[in-house]
């Protein structure tokens, strides 16, 4: 019996595992090589082209002999080394992942500069469709993603759906017929209300429905006045309580006051032309407006202010197209840029920075060629999802956005074209209506993954040239190191390099530039980062909260800011030999504060001997900079001052009264500046 069960296991692995490569004779790849769970990167695997995870639950072992090219791309996945990972210089790497070393080394080759070498990870993977029995024109999700509105064409009845959705399945719960095409439906951002705008025609255009999760119950309608008033979006602002109304003549754009559930008092302006579509601001003061191609403005900004209800143009631009799609991007740095999709079949997709009474068009690429129905930012600002008519290239397309610059992610080939695409409100998921009659979900791939860090565990990295790290943090776990090699780590805002709890980190020969806030920091007290011969160069007041230094050789601190060590641990300045044995090497430690720089001890628990020297070859060196204390007492070590420096300490103590843990000072030469309360216990 056990014989038959462990035959089971080994033949399921061999079925949904493979080795890329073989283990005996060289197989040189030279296209992207697909990483599923459980493959393997054979001993003579020669990647030409790199590799790619294909999902961040991917978990796969490099076991390769020879040096890696191409682009390398993680996706969040976790990649266990059995060898040494070499890059050579035509390397890139796109997305981090889960490394786990086994204590091998990863070297990065001298091109790379930047890591990973594109911002964000902006792909979907499909999940559902469902036949909805007619085109549809519009989805949306209710405020927990639980379920989809739709809005169909007026063929078949019921123009008006709602689906519920598991995660997994797409289930049809109710629907209502308006008698004609339902254009638009949004729901409100908190509660289970549903706005819907349909066709002009006999009775109401506009509706409010309640949703119990079983059935809709009419709250409320509006008829706009005849067949010209056909309502092609409806939009509520970020707190419910109005809705936008994007429709034909007259009163091309209108906006009610909906905070009781019914349509309560209105205002409207007379545009050029049709209004196509609208959307909101972060914070619900502007709205953006796209109309029919006119030979005028086709993209208008208006102040909506309330008590009593007004709008206000307050910018506008010619686009020469008709503007089917505005979506107004609503998170910081980018919540002044809003996309438009048209149908100018030479460039559809455009971006606009709005400020006070202008809109500048931001350049990008790449360029789209189809016209856009329907676009969309995600929840983050910085995944954009478009639909597009009928083509060759894929109607939904996903592109990622920082810095001004917008990068294709990937795309969706649907096979008829796509009206509507919206997110989750959670930004896990993606839906899409089209011509096809199907409703459609798909996974954001990021959405289950922590993407704002990466583990690394006992990993040695070694660079070979200066290089950024942004926007996905690293974590180091176990026994790791970074071997600079007397190159430059630039910290972006985005990116932090932390330490995990009980793990210890080198940095050695390296430089560390854009050093703020809490960039370097433990995520336990016992988090320990052992320094050799490094330079935080600080950008801004730096503040060390977790974990310990332990330093080996020198440790500069440069720039002229604080660098504020407030963690409640002892950080060590080594002076002499780890252990016992004949071979084992001897660390000089030294605290250098450069000229303009300030090193700040304030621990959170007062205590004065958090900063401790091992030796007398142990140093605290003043090199032109500043030393500041609470209550800070130093023993045993040398105490340097060269330039112009400056103490300023509430309580600093040289000695503790016994000759064995004696002080040595040296300021020859120096202008020492001290102030505050300096105490001798030197004997």
Known sequence: MKVVVCFLLLYTVSIF??????????????T??????????????????????????????????????????????????????IFHNNFSLSTLGNIVGNSHVIELSSNIDCIPNTTTFCSVTFLDTIDTGDDVFSVDWNADGSFIAIGRDNNKGNEVQIYSWDGTTLTLITGVSLGQDVRSVSWHPTLDRLAVGRYGGKGSELYLYSFNGVTLTLLDSVSLGGTADDVNEVAFDPSGDYLAVAKGAPFELLVYDVSAGTFGSSVGVNLADHALSVGWDSIGNFLVVGLDLHGGTELQVYEFTTGPLALTLDASTEIGADVNAVDWNKVSPNSDVIAIGTDLLTDALMLFRYSTGSLTEIPITPVVTTEINSLQW?????????????????????????????????????????????????????????????????????????????????????LNGDVT???????????????????????????????????????????????SESKIRGLDERSTFSLLNTEFELDGDYTFTEGKFDILGDFTISGTHTLNYTAEQQSIIRGGAFSSEECSPIYCGSLIVDEGATFSYVPANNLATLLSMESEISKIVLNGGNLHASTLELTNGTFQAFGRSTINAESLTFGDGTQENNLCIDIKGAQLEVSGNLINNNV
């Open 17 to 30: 595992s493979v080795d890329i490569g073989s283990d005996t004779a060289v197989t040189r790849f030279n």
């Open 32 to 85: 992207q090589q697909i990483v599923e769970d459980g493959d393997r990167i054979a001993g003579f695997a020669s990647l030409a082209a790199g590799f790619l995870f294909n999902n961040p639950q991917v978990t796969g072992d490099f076991d390769c002999f020879f040096p890696v090219e191409g682009d390398v791309s993680l996706r969040f996945g976790i990649l266990q080394l059995n060898q040494d990972l």
């Open 378 to 462: 995600r929840i983050d600002g910085v995944c954009l999802a478009i639909g597009m008519e009928s083509n060759t290239a894929g109607e939904i397309r996903i592109f990622s956005f920082e810095n001004d610059d917008l990068t294709f992610e990937g795309d969706v080939e649907v096979g008829s074209a796509t009206n509507s695409v919206r997110w989750s409100r959670s930004g896990s998921y993606l839906a899409s209506g089209d011509d096809a009659n199907d409703l459609e979900t798909y996974q954001f791939d990021a959405a289950f993954v922590d993407t704002s860090r990466v583990l690394f565990s006992d990993v040695q990295l070694y």
């Open 469 to 515: 790290f942004r926007d996905t943090s690293i974590v180091f776990s176990g026994q790791s190191s970074i071997h600079g090699r007397g190159n430059t780590i630039t910290l972006s805002p985005t990116f932090s390099l932390l330490v995990d709890e009980d793990g210890s980190l080198l940095l050695q020969d390296l430089i560390i530039k854009g050093v």
